[in-house]
């Protein structure tokens, strides 16, 4: 985006009381610009260690943006990149001026571990052959660009997330505010079940469950404006609750609709997962939900066949 058409942008929702959520994108503005104007949020990694370069990244001569094979190789090789002071500054210049961040790490985890991302287990039951076919490698499709995507690649890549992971936690540590998003729909990552590995990534990162919890939660809603209804469990408050089968403090991993292993009286069984959803006050059973989304991708899958 043009720094000016920027400025503008953010004054006239401000003057019409807005937020404004800014996808960075690499073009002319970065995280400065989002501190200088006043940006509500940033999403993903997008602009951060950009705006701490000793210069431009040291990309091949013959890179190409527009190829996201490209495009997502050499996001890789960023952050290693920066230069640690100006990162702080960029990252306190973020918190003094209030920019809330939610990296949404989960979306680029296929770039450290393309095997583990393409082989989830509740992909058979609950991935739509249509989003399936999506995820395949194909330039014509945003996201789906891991055509020879190779060790290296990834070996960069988890570096790339030892870094970011650092700066996000820096950022908290400061007093910035991180919530919690997943993108999904694309590079392997499911509604349903992405956003619980969002929140693992954060425990990876450095934070405490209450904390994650507490990203996903009070943090989001304070980020949307929303933190005197939502977020918190009060009276009067919008009744949007999960009610699980397991402690998530204990272990993420009872979030996920599929639940996890555990042994219980000697015997490995399937516990966790969401038992009832609560939205604005309606109850609603989730194993019943969860059944009706198997039922829907197993009549898509019949159906593709023929």
Same mark, same amino acid.
């Given at each position: 985006?043009?720094?000016?058409?920027?400025?503008?942008?953010?004054?006239?929702? $401000?003057? %019409?009381?807005? #937020?404004?959520?800014?996808?960075?994108?690499?073009?002319?503005?970065?995280?400065?610009?989002?501190?200088?104007?006043?940006?509500?949020?940033?999403?993903?990694?997008?602009?951060?260690?950009?705006?701490? %370069?000793? +210069?431009?990244?040291?990309?091949?001569?013959?890179? =190409?943006?527009?190829?996201?094979?490209?495009?997502?190789?050499?996001?890789?090789?960023?952050?290693?990149?920066?230069?640690?002071?100006? %990162?702080?500054?960029?990252?306190?210049?973020?918190?003094?001026?209030?920019?809330?961040?939610?990296?949404?790490?989960?979306?680029?985890? !296929?770039?450290?571990?393309?095997?583990?991302?393409?082989?989830?287990?509740?992909?058979?039951?609950?991935?739509?052959?249509? &989003?399936?076919?999506?995820?395949?490698?194909?330039?014509?499709?945003? +996201?789906?660009?891991?055509?020879?995507w190779t060790t290296t690649d990834e070996v960069f890549w988890r570096e790339n997330y030892q870094i970011w992971m650092k700066a996000v936690r820096a950022f908290a540590d400061?007093?910035?505010?991180?919530?919690?998003?997943?993108?999904?729909?694309?590079?392997?990552?499911?509604?349903?079940?992405?956003?619980? #590995?969002?929140?693992? &990534?954060?425990?990876?990162?450095?934070?405490?469950?209450?904390?994650?919890?507490?990203?996903?939660?009070? =943090? =989001?809603?304070?980020?949307?404006?929303?933190?005197?209804?939502?977020? $918190?469990?009060?009276?009067?408050? *919008?009744?949007?609750?999960?009610?699980?089968? +397991?402690?998530? &403090?204990? =272990?993420?991993?009872?979030?996920?609709?599929?639940?996890?292993?555990?042994?219980?009286?000697?015997?490995?069984?399937?516990? +966790?997962?969401?038992?009832?959803?609560?939205?604005?006050?309606?109850?609603?059973?989730?194993?019943? *939900?969860?059944?009706?989304?198997?039922?829907?991708?197993?009549?898509?899958? !019949?159906? !593709?066949?023929?």
């Amino acid at each position: 985006m043009d720094q000016d058409i920027m400025e503008a942008v953010v004054q006239e929702a $401000r003057d %019409l009381g807005m #937020r404004v959520a800014h996808h960075v994108g690499v073009e002319e503005t970065d995280a400065r610009h989002d501190a200088a104007y006043g940006v509500t949020s940033i999403e993903h990694w997008y602009g951060v260690p950009d705006a701490a %370069l000793r +210069g431009s990244q040291n990309f091949p001569y013959g890179y =190409n943006y527009n190829d996201e094979s490209d495009r997502f190789r050499y996001a890789g090789r960023l952050w290693r990149e920066a230069d640690p002071k100006k %990162l702080q500054k960029v990252l306190s210049d973020m918190v003094a001026n209030k920019v809330s961040w939610c990296p949404t790490f989960v979306i680029y985890e !296929a770039n450290r571990d393309l095997q583990r991302a393409k082989n989830q287990p509740w992909f058979t039951d609950y991935l739509h052959p249509v &989003l399936e076919e999506y995820f395949v490698p194909s330039p014509a499709n945003h +996201g789906s660009y891991h055509w020879n995507w190779t060790t290296t690649d990834e070996v960069f890549w988890r570096e790339n997330y030892q870094i970011w992971m650092k700066a996000v936690r820096a950022f908290a540590d400061m007093g910035g505010v991180v919530g919690c998003g997943e993108d999904a729909g694309y590079i392997y990552m499911m509604y349903g079940f992405s956003l619980i #590995r969002e929140l693992e &990534l954060h425990h990876e990162a450095g934070f405490h469950p209450i904390d994650v919890i507490m990203h996903a939660t009070g =943090n =989001n809603a304070r980020i949307l404006g929303l933190e005197d209804r939502l977020g $918190r469990i009060r009276r009067g408050w *919008l009744a949007d609750v999960i009610l699980v089968e +397991g402690n998530p &403090l204990k =272990n993420l991993k009872v979030l996920y609709p599929t639940g996890t292993l555990d042994l219980i009286d000697g015997e490995v069984v399937q516990t +966790g997962g969401v038992r009832w959803t609560i939205k604005d006050g309606f109850v609603y059973d989730a194993k019943a *939900l969860r059944q009706d989304v198997k039922d829907l991708v197993s009549a898509a899958r !019949a159906a !593709a066949k023929k």
